[in-house]
């Protein structure tokens, strides 16, 4: 019996997990529309809770997913230089709730620079996650002049870059 109320909390979690990566596995072509459109769906798409979030992107890391829309809250644990080689990208390594980090690589020839960027403050975004074997990147935090892939954002003090 205590077994069970054990495992309750933990299949609960399992259930929200998994309704969570449905939401992000909708086929791409049905988030497409005005660039309005795509904004509202991705501003609305703020993780509702910072581990459900951890869920996924540990899940993603662990099965070696790629080109999958996902979101997270975390803390700037590491400013990078600048990549100026191609499209210029601010880059920085965000530290989720569970431990895991990710880079955020943020397409600054596309969307605005994060100002006053600093490590140990939170940030959330949301955007493209490619996975590699330090933990993952997350790209396309930015809109998509082109209006073919979901836009995404990065929220840092109050404001939204896209």
Avoid: C
Wanted: aromatic letters at 6%; proline letters at 2%; hydrophobic letters at 40%.
């Amino acid at each position: 019996m205590k077994q069970r109320r054990k495992l309750k909390p933990l299949l609960a979690l399992l259930v929200f997990a998994l309704g969570l990566a449905l939401l992000n596995s909708v086929n791409k072509q049905q988030l497409l529309g005005s660039e309005a459109a795509q904004s509202q769906i991705a501003l609305t798409a703020d993780v509702e809770s910072a581990s459900g979030a951890d869920v996924l992107i540990a899940e993603a890391f662990r099965n070696g997913q790629s080109n999958i829309q996902l979101g997270g809250l975390g803390r700037v644990s590491r400013i990078l230089p600048d990549d100026n080689k191609g499209s210029r990208h601010q880059k920085f390594l965000v530290e989720l709730e569970s431990g895991h980090s990710v880079l955020i690589a943020h397409n600054i020839d596309l969307a605005q620079r994060v100002k006053h960027l600093r490590e140990g403050q939170s940030i959330e975004f949301y955007g493209e996650y490619e996975w590699n074997k330090q933990g993952g990147v997350i790209h396309w935090t930015h809109h998509d002049p082109k209006g073919i892939h979901p836009g995404g954002w990065l929220r840092y003090q109050g404001q939204v870059y896209k």
